[in-house]
């Protein structure tokens, strides 16, 4: 059963918050040169995608 999530929900909040920091973590765990699924994405790429929504540089 899913949940509808409101402006305000702080469980929302607090689980976003945890999905983030899980990931930081991962990143800093496995270094910016960490493989990913993506063909020619290392770490690095994948992570300014997130932050910046562009496409890795080349």
């Known amino acids: 059963m899913s949940r509808v999530r409101r402006a305000g929900d702080r469980a929302g909040r607090d689980l976003e918050s945890d999905e983030r920091e899980a990931l930081a973590a991962s990143f800093a765990a496995l270094g910016p040169a960490a493989p990913t699924i993506l063909p ?5 790429d994948l992570l300014e995608h997130l932050v910046r929504g562009s496409p890795p540089r080349t």
């Open 40 to 44: 020619g994405w290392d770490a690095e």
